[in-house]
């Protein structure tokens, strides 16, 4: 028995199921090393603050910050770095397969094997009713039903990012008040504050920092490439739907800036994007209601 809408069935069969698996795998590795990153990160800031200033447990705790930086840079972050593009691509394929959208080996490169994918999607030991339903598939007549779902992976996806890159940065800033109040209430001095209580946390804020930059900069670009997306959706009579060609040359450079952007930047936690999903997605579902009522399927 089939849906109402192709889509819908592709996105649900036993292949994008498999795949979708394959994808929170290698994103979960990714993000075990940012976790512990963090972690490691908040632990030697901690220690640093206990120990204070002058003490002779210092030196000890700077060298196993600085040993821990050189395992992060030597082993830990290209081990993250080779799942991080294993998913986008896994990512790109489903996306690919899923829109009907030409296979780009120039940017993307070879897609993952098939034993490969199998291997990581036994892997999986979450929800499979999570995969489902992976996007909001509006019943509007082609090329809008594509286009939907190009502008809500857009959307939500900079809705999240720009969550989680403002919490980063609330992070950042209560450390800092922290330490300047907990610095005026026992009245030691500027120089106190750095050494005591900045200078042992440096890497915690460095953290913080980048990836409150990182999350902005993908935030940006998604949100400028759905400008473009939606521009073609508000107007029928925009060039890149002009043709099949321009549609498909259109399509696919939108779906090379997704790929580029998932190739930088691992998925968000999932206890993160579950927060605000239900809100999230009724939103999108009354943009969805929207694009059918003006483009509705034959």
């Not at 200033?53 to 050189?70: D, E």
């Not at 009907?100 to 999986?124: T, Y």
């Not at 929800?127 to 082609?142: F, I």
């Not at 460095?206 to 473009?228: D, F, H, K, N, P």
Request: hydrophobic share 50%; net charge positive.
């Amino acid at each position: 028995m089939t849906s109402i809408h192709p889509i819908i069935d592709r996105q649900d069969s036993v292949e994008a199921i498999r795949l979708l698996k394959a994808v929170a795998v290698t994103h979960l590795y990714n993000q075990r090393a940012q976790a512990l990153s963090f972690t490691v990160s908040i632990v030697l800031a901690l220690a640093g603050l206990l120990i204070g200033p002058g003490s002779q447990y210092g030196p000890a705790v700077v060298l196993i910050g600085a040993f821990w930086v050189a395992l992060y840079k030597g082993v830990m972050a290209p081990w993250a770095e080779r799942y991080l593009r294993t998913a986008a691509t896994l990512q790109e394929m489903f996306d690919a397969d899923l829109l009907g959208l030409p296979w780009n080996r120039i940017a993307v490169g070879d897609r993952v094997g098939e034993d490969e994918v199998s291997q990581l999607s036994r892997r999986f030991r979450g929800d499979e009713n999570r995969l489902r339903g992976y996007y909001l598939v509006a019943n509007a007549a082609p090329p809008y039903d594509v286009l939907f779902c190009l502008e809500q992976n857009l959307a939500w996806g900079s809705r999240i990012r720009l969550r989680f890159s403002q919490m980063m940065l609330g992070i950042l800033v209560l450390w800092s008040v922290a330490g300047v109040l907990f610095t005026l209430a026992i009245g030691a001095t500027v120089s106190r504050l750095v050494a005591g209580w900045f200078v042992p946390s440096l890497g915690l804020l460095v953290l913080c920092l980048e990836m409150y930059r990182a999350q902005m900069a993908s935030t940006r670009e998604r949100l400028r490439v759905l400008g473009l997306v939606r521009a073609a959706v508000e107007d029928p009579s925009s060039p890149v739907l002009a043709t099949p060609a321009t549609l498909a040359l259109f399509t696919r450079q939108v779906q090379d800036t997704l790929f580029h952007m998932r190739r930088l930047q691992p998925r968000l936690p999932t206890w993160f994007f579950q927060r605000h999903h239900d809100r999230d997605k009724a939103d999108f579902q009354v943009r969805m209601q929207l694009v059918e009522g003006r483009f509705p399927r034959s």
